[in-house]
């Protein structure tokens, strides 16, 4: 496809349980990057990879986040014991080494 | 202290009629990108503009620009000739120095008026 696409777009989860949302970056993006945005907020960097290097995870929130690209394409967010407060868009972008991010569709996470 | 303000929950622009969405920033770094976005209801960031530190002149895509004041440290969008379609989310962002996260404001919600 042209663009990022991230699945599922929406997942309801038990709190206590564990997800995983997956990003398709833009074929040949270097940079893969996921953003939290909380409902009426602007997103919040979570973290970024250039290949499959993690590069910065600094914005994770807890030990409880988890994110891989372990070929340098495709990227996992995994979120293990979830949490009400984890209920949000988990947003992920693409770009070209420095360039513009491209952004996907977002998973929308309810933790009930 | 907040990178990017946006200082506008909401606007409101009669159909046809320019708007400008207001974004300052807050960095000592002398290479950044300023960014605009559009959020639809449907949730997907749509990238409109971008303008560099560097830029000698104001960036333009269309129906947008972007009003560049480097010592005001300002970066405001005015998107000329309002269609109904441009109601949404608006977040101006930036990107300190290459390769690195962005920093999002809280956005404005435009809503166009026909």
């Known amino acids: 496809g042209a663009g990022v696409s991230q699945s599922p777009r929406y997942k309801v989860a038990k709190r206590g349980q564990d997800v995983a949302l997956r990003c398709d970056p833009i074929s040949g993006h270097v940079s893969l990057f996921w953003y939290q945005q909380a409902l009426g907020q602007g997103p919040e960097f979570l973290t970024y990879f250039q290949n499959e290097a993690q590069l910065d995870k600094s914005g994770l929130p807890s030990d409880r986040f988890f994110a891989e690209r372990p070929e340098g394409s495709v990227s996992t967010l995994k979120i293990q014991r979830t949490q009400q407060e984890d209920s949000a868009v988990y947003l992920c972008?693409?770009?070209?080494?420095?360039?513009?991010?491209?952004f996907g569709p977002g998973t929308r996470l309810t933790v009930l | 202290a907040q990178k990017i303000t946006q200082t506008q929950p909401g606007m409101f622009v009669q159909e046809k009629e320019a708007v400008t969405l207001d974004c300052t920033y807050d960095t000592s770094d002398p290479s950044y990108g300023l960014f605009w976005y559009k959020q639809p209801s449907s949730g997907e960031m749509i990238f409109l503009i971008y303008q560099g530190s560097y830029d000698q002149q104001n960036a333009t895509e269309g129906r947008y620009s972007l009003n560049f004041q480097k010592a005001r440290k300002s970066a405001n969008l005015v998107i000329s000739a309002s269609q109904l379609g441009d109601s949404a989310m608006y977040f101006c962002?930036?990107?300190?120095?290459?390769?690195?996260?962005?920093?999002f404001g809280t956005g404005t919600s435009l809503t166009v008026i026909p």
């Open positions: 972008a693409s770009s070209f080494i420095t360039d513009t991010q491209y």
């Open positions: 962002a930036m990107r300190e120095g290459p390769g690195n996260q962005f920093y």
